[in-house]
Every structure is written in structure tokens, then in C-alpha cells.
């Protein structure tokens, strides 16, 4: 028998965590490739963040704080929640994590019980399905497809849920696909929801800010007030403010679940870095003018992305509403065979010929749940973009 915990053998590493890492592995061996499987921004934290860390280190802010936050963060994403969404919450209603990740765990390992499932709308943030498993829950994969730009509808959320259904997890704007969800669109999924009253949401804002064409983002518990109760709206720092590396994410929701989420947190991590709490703090009550041309710079590079992807026969690639991701599909390339001879059989192939025969590193789709797509993060520069993406042009015009 394994020394190991029989968990773990339920779920598998980040396949975007090793895809990034196996491009590092051919560039430390000299190749040029060029990354496109990250899911960080390629811009700097804003000076103002870094300063109030800075002053927070000066003033001796160097302490164990409480387990899940400072009250001054807590205060500031109460004042964000209604700021943003006119919902009212009090700091005992926030929960602080060490990053949006740690907040969604916290919350799965609260709640899960064996035999409760989570209905995960595919394709998913890989980390959803293996957290649930973790925490001993049973994920329930609802999938969508590329006719309604990979947003799940109300039939298909109905279809999924059963009567151990706990948690529906939301995620708009969406990684990997970028699709985000207009009012409507949500609104006919919380009226699925006010169906079942056992089921909960865990609404993954994450990619709020980064929204194009006048999509105005919107969060389950606005949308349906009366779903207040039963909602967790989880959100962080890392996207919208360039702050990935300081590993600061918040949850809102019923008072029973944050305490139970402080809990964990207090006898795994204790408590999340105390200087970017305070980096957290300027970020949610500072100045947000770079969100706006942030946005100008990575709508740019989708549509750059889009158009390039889209001008290679066999590739189809819808244009999203946010986040920093496109979702291709490889569907009319699948039987081909690459220059070096390697027959396309899978996304998976797809994605290992691309790195191996053209230097250029995505994620494939079977990771997210739904096949044959492959994710690109257009996350860098419209150089490295444009290079990436005649790249892959040339490789598949070179596909018999
Ligand atoms: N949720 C989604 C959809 C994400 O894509 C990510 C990061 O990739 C996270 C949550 C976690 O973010 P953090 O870096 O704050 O842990």
C-alpha cells in the first residue's frame, strides 16, 4: 500500500502549471519559445499598490494578522461589494484567503460532504473539478458547446441537478474561454436555481475587470437578490490589478460559511501575508484609472488574436467578452498529419506538436473538459502574439 493519502490519486497536477513549465524547460535549453499558456498579466502592480506595501513594511505591518483578513481589507471589499453591485455586506460576512484559489478551497473544504456534488459548467478553471475532489465532493460536469459560445444554458444546468447537488460553480468572465454572461443570460440560470433551493452558487469573479465592448459585468447574488442567502461570491486581486504573485483573494457570503471557511484557514495557513493585505487594501479603495487602459491594451490583442486564429482553415475561434483567454476549436484539423508526421488525433497532440514542431506553448482543451479546443492567454505582447500566431498559421498550412 502507497505511504501516500488514497486522495490523491483522485486528482492530477495543474496541466497549465506543467505546460508553462515544460516551455521553460525548451527555452532553458535554448529554444524560442514563445509562451501563451500563463494565466497572469504581462503588466507591472501599479505604483500606488507597491507603495502602500512598501509603507506597510516601514510601519512594522510585519505581524500574524486575524485568520481571514484584516478588518481594513475586509472593509474595503464590503465597500466594493456595494460599490460595484449594491449588495450590503458586513466584515463578518468576508473572508480573506491567500489568493482567489485558497478562498474557493476554503470554501469547498467547509462544505463538502462525502457524496454532495458540484455542478461545474465545462470547460472549467482546471482547478474546480480536482478541488471538489479533494474536499471530497463529486464534481457533476455540465457541458457547453461552441454554438453558445461555451455558456451553459438553463436546460443544461437543470439537466444536472440532482438532489445532491450543493453547489453550481459560476465563472464569468470564464478561464479558459473568456465568455462572459450578460444580465439575460444569467438571469435564466438564477431562475433555475430559484427551482431548487438546496443548490448554492460560488460565483468566480475573478476576471470582473476585464471586460471589452461595453460588456457590462454582472454577479449571481445582483441579478437575483433572492439568491442573497446562497450565494458565495468569490473574487481576488490577481488579474484585475496585476497582482499575482501577492497571493490575495476574498469570498462573500452567509456567515456560516465564512466562519467555517476561517476555520480551515486558521489551522492550514493561518492567516494570508500581512503586506499584501495592505497592498489588497489600496487596490480595492485606490484609484482605478489603469483598469480602463488595460483593458483598451488586451482588447487589442483578442482581436488580434481572434482574426489570426480565424484566418487558418480548420480553426474557429469565437471572439469572448473578457478575461484574457480564447478557446479555439481544433475540430476541422483533427486526422491531419504535422510536417514532422505526427498525426492529430487530440488536442493533446496538438498542443505537444505546437511546442515541439513550432515553438509555441498553449494549453490543451481536454484539460478544461471539453475537446478539441486548445486556450490560448494573450496575456504578452502584440509582438510575441503576432509571432505566436503566424507561428501557428504556418504549422497548420504545413498540416496534410
Ligand atoms: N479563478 C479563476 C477562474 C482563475 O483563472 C484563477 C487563476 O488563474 C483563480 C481563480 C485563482 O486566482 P489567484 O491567483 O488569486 O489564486
Known amino acids: 500500500m502507497s505511504f501516500l493519502s488514497a486522495t490523491l490519486s483522485r486528482v492530477k497536477p495543474s496541466p497549465t502549471i506543467a505546460m508553462t513549465a515544460k516551455a521553460a524547460e525548451l527555452r532553458a535549453a535554448g529554444r524560442d519559445v514563445i509562451g501563451l499558456s500563463a494565466g497572469e498579466p504581462d503588466f507591472d502592480t501599479p505604483q500606488n499598490i507597491k507603495d502602500a506595501a512598501v509603507a506597510a513594511i516601514a510601519a512594522g505591518k510585519t505581524k500574524y494578522t486575524a485568520p481571514d483578513g484584516i478588518p481594513e481589507l475586509k472593509q474595503a471589499a464590503c465597500a466594493k461589494m456595494k460599490r460595484d453591485h449594491g449588495l450590503d455586506y458586513t466584515p463578518a460576512q468576508i473572508s480573506v484567503g491567500t489568493g482567489g484559489k485558497q478562498t474557493l478551497y476554503n470554501a469547498l473544504m467547509a462544505t463538502m460532504n462525502d457524496g454532495d456534488e458540484v455542478v461545474i459548467p465545462a470547460p472549467y478553471w482546471v482547478s474546480y473539478p480536482d478541488m471538489v475532489l479533494l474536499a471530497g465532493g463529486t464534481p457533476v460536469i455540465a457541458e457547453t458547446s461552441l454554438q453558445t459560445n461555451f455558456k451553459l444554458t438553463a436546460d443544461q444546468l437543470e439537466a444536472a441537478i440532482t438532489p445532491k447537488t450543493k453547489w453550481l460553480i459560476f465563472n464569468s468572465p470564464s478561464n479558459p474561454t473568456g465568455a462572459g454572461y450578460s444580465r439575460e443570460e444569467l438571469k435564466e440560470l438564477t431562475d433555475v436555481l430559484m427551482r431548487h433551493p438546496h443548490v448554492w452558487v460560488m460565483s468566480d469573479d475573478m476576471y470582473e475587470h476585464l471586460a471589452y465592448d461595453g460588456f457590462e459585468f454582472c454577479t449571481p447574488a445582483e441579478v437575483e437578490p433572492a439568491l442573497y442567502d446562497r450565494t458565495l461570491t468569490c473574487n481576488g486581486v490577481s488579474k484585475a490589478y496585476a497582482m499575482t504573485g501577492w497571493r490575495i483573494g476574498y469570498a462573500a457570503g452567509p456567515v456560516e460559511v465564512i466562519s467555517a471557511m476561517r476555520k480551515i484557514q486558521s489551522q492550514s495557513t493561518s492567516n494570508p501575508c500581512s503586506i499584501s493585505q495592505w497592498a489588497a487594501v489600496e487596490a480595492l479603495n485606490g484609484t482605478q484609472d489603469f483598469l480602463a ?9 483578442r482581436d488580434l ?6 484566418a487558418i482553415d480548420g480553426i474557429t475561434c ?5 478575461a484574457f483567454y480564447v478557446y479555439p476549436s481544433i475540430a476541422g484539423l483533427i486526422g491531419k498529419t504535422t510536417a514532422a508526421g505526427t498525426v492529430i488525433d487530440s488536442d493533446e497532440t496538438f498542443a505537444t506538436a505546437l511546442l515541439e514542431e513550432a515553438d509555441v506553448a498553449v494549453v490543451f482543451g481536454a484539460a478544461f473538459g471539453l475537446s478539441p479546443n486548445f486556450r490560448v492567454s494573450y496575456a504578452t505582447s502584440d509582438e510575441a502574439l503576432t509571432q505566436a500566431c503566424g507561428r501557428i498559421q504556418k504549422f497548420c498550412a504545413e498540416l496534410t
Do not use: H, I, S, Y
Not at 293 to 301: A, D, E, I, L, Y
Not at 305 to 310: D, E
Open 293 to 301: 487602459p488595460n483593458c483598451v491594451t488586451f482588447k487589442r490583442r
Open 305 to 310: 488574436v481572434v482574426r489570426m486564429l480565424n
Open 318 to 322: 469565437p471572439t469572448p467578452e473578457g
